[in-house]
């Protein structure tokens, strides 16, 4: 099993439109979890942390369940920036940082 | 406020050629640094990781190496490239005792 799994995507969406994002890991000591967004051949950059109890930042609200390891990403009211790969990040006994495969988002007009 | 440089941004290198990417951090004392490639579609792959100067942990044996001559300076190297070295080379900071990665703006390699 992978150490972190995402939706394959990718997700074509239209603007307006509500989308959610999945996650699952396999590795249970793991304390830190984040969302990073990627755009076309960019460098990742952070979206936003994700905390035990969930945690919202305007438009997106990050969820993340310990039992079952998973953490979701959802978007309210797409915008056609918000066009990019989304990527799963959980850190690996503290040392360092997995990065899942991402999804990719088109939101189109 | 911290800054984290990468260069060059694009390189183009034959096959067997070396290869001497650096990346250096400002603002920040004693980071964790990270080199991690990403290849054409694929996700980001950890290549190597550093807690101090000269502690270097590799993650995937190949024929690349990394060094920490300094605290803020890490460098990816290969004496000789392949065809499959070929993708985007990022370069990321965290803080020590924090988390949460920084990247470059990373190089994109193409070996040919």
């Known amino acids: 099993r992978k150490e972190v799994e995402q939706d394959p995507g990718p997700f074509n969406v239209p603007e307006g439109a509500t989308v959610a994002f999945n996650c699952t890991y396999s590795?249970?000591?793991?304390?830190?979890f984040f969302w990073y967004r990627q755009d076309c051949r960019k460098e990742p950059k952070l979206l936003m942390s994700v905390y035990s109890s969930g945690n919202e930042d305007g438009r997106f609200t990050a969820q993340l369940n310990r039992a079952s390891q998973y953490i979701s990403l959802l978007i309210r009211d797409s915008k056609l920036s918000d066009s990019a790969t989304y990527l799963c990040?959980?850190?690996?006994?503290?040392?360092?940082?997995?990065f899942g495969p991402g999804t990719r988002l088109s939101v189109l007009p | 406020s911290q800054t984290i440089h990468q260069w060059p941004a694009t390189l183009v290198q034959p096959v067997g050629s070396p290869l001497s990417l650096e990346c250096t951090v400002e603002?920040?004392?004693?980071?964790?640094l990270y080199w991690y490639r990403q290849a054409a579609g694929r996700g980001l792959q950890l290549l190597f990781y550093s807690v101090g100067i000269g502690q270097i942990s590799s993650e995937v044996p190949q024929n690349l190496s990394a060094s920490r001559p300094q605290d803020r300076q890490f460098i990816l190297s290969s004496k000789k490239l392949l065809l499959s070295d070929s993708g985007f080379y990022l370069c990321?900071?965290?803080?020590?005792?924090?988390?949460?990665?920084?990247f470059g703006s990373g190089t994109r390699l193409t070996v040919v």
């Open positions: 603002g920040t004392s004693n980071p964790n």
């Open positions: 990040v959980v850190d690996n006994y503290g040392q360092n940082f997995v």
């Open positions: 990321a900071w965290s803080p020590r005792g924090g988390y949460g990665y920084t």
């Open positions: 590795n249970s000591a793991s304390q830190s």
